[in-house]
Every structure is written in C-alpha cells, then in structure tokens.
C-alpha cells in the first residue's frame, strides 16, 4: 500500500514540472531546425581571401575556426606567393598557412588573435544515405544556410560526402552539419576528368 502511494506521488510530482521541463529542454531528443543550425555554426564562421599583390581581388571563400586562432578552408584557395587574411567579426586578421592535406583538398591557416570560437565537431561516421544535412557558408558577407541530404558517401573511413545542397563555388570552404548543429566536413573542390566537382571532406 505505501509503496503504491509512493508512486503515486511520484507520478504526480513528474506530471506537475513537466511544462517546466520542456520550457528548458524544448528540443532534447529531436533535430534541429535550419535557424538553430545557423545560430550555432555563424560564430565560427569566417570570410578567407587571398592576395598575391597589394589591389589584388584575389579569391574569396569562406573558413570555420577548428580550433582557437586555427581556421580550416578548401585547399581551392591556396595559390604560390599569395597572402592570406581571415575577416570575422567585421575585422581582418593576416593568416598564415601552416599545413594542407592534398588528399582531402583541406588547408589549414592559423590566425594570430582571432576571437572567434571553434565550431562544434561531430562524426561524418554516423551519416547515412538520405540523411538530412546542413551547408553553412559565407554569401554576400553573410552567413548563408541550405538544408539537404547525403547522396553518396565515396571510398574509405572517413568517406568523402556528397549531398544535394553543394554544387557551386560559393559553398567552398563553408561547413557541413549535422542535425545536431555539429561540424562534419568542409566544402571543398575536386577535379574529376578534367570537371570540377564539389564534395564534403571530413573534418
């Protein structure tokens, strides 16, 4: 009898901070959407230029900070000679290319007193076929989002990720989410039989 009683209680207790539970966890458990996505990977996302002369427009991609003063981009941004600069936060900061992997096309510039947080990083291990996926990228000085699925997911562990929402050269460099608003990949550029083709290498 006290034993049911007890449970009772109890039952009544959870039913009662219920409402306030979900005011704090409004989401737990299910996937983000498109503008919670963007909220948390915007902080981490930078503008990358390279410059080979003083006046020189020099390319334009964008970067995710991976780590405190470090910012990851495709290696399509790479040229002989060039210079680099990180814009965040409305200011320019001088980069320094400090490693490129050739494999992946993702280069590495490390960015002297660069504030910008380093974005979230999960596992490109748990994506599948047809999973809903994010794109994140600088476009017109702003940080752009499109939502889209994985379409293939080509050779070994860790694989390179194709999805529907990449295909264009302003998506170069931008990040790759997953539904939890982690990092999985950055955007980069290969070169297949002589064609340009837009993937996701691993981060």
């Given at each position: 009898m006290l034993m049911a009683f007890a449970r009772i209680l109890k039952k009544r207790a959870v039913m009662r901070w219920w409402p306030v539970l979900l005011l704090i966890f409004p989401r737990w458990g299910a996937a983000l959407e498109s503008s919670e996505v963007l909220a948390l990977a915007t902080p981490s996302l930078v503008l990358v230029q390279a410059k080979k002369a003083q006046g020189d427009a020099g390319l334009v991609a964008s970067g995710v900070v991976i780590r405190p003063q470090q910012v990851i981009t495709s290696c399509a941004?790479?040229?002989?000679?060039a210079g680099y600069e990180v814009q965040s936060g409305g200011r320019g900061y001088p980069?320094?290319?400090?490693?490129a992997d050739t494999e992946k096309e993702l280069c590495l510039l490390e960015v002297k007193d660069l504030a910008a947080p380093?974005?979230?990083?999960?596992?490109?291990?748990?994506?599948?076929?047809?999973?809903?996926?994010?794109?994140?990228?600088?476009?017109?000085?702003?940080?752009a989002i499109e939502e889209g699925v994985v379409i293939q997911l080509r050779g070994g562990q860790p694989p390179l990720i194709?999805?529907?929402?990449?295909?264009?050269?302003?998506s170069v460099g931008g990040g790759l989410y997953n539904s939890e608003g982690q990092l999985v990949g950055i955007a980069t550029r290969f070169y297949e039989a002589g064609r340009e083709t837009y993937f996701t290498a691993p981060v």
């Open positions: 941004m790479v040229q002989v000679g980069a320094t290319l400090v490693l380093p974005a979230q990083r999960g596992s490109s291990a748990g994506l599948a076929m047809q999973m809903s996926i994010w794109s994140v990228a600088m476009r017109e000085g702003k940080a194709e999805t529907t929402n990449l295909g264009n050269p302003t």
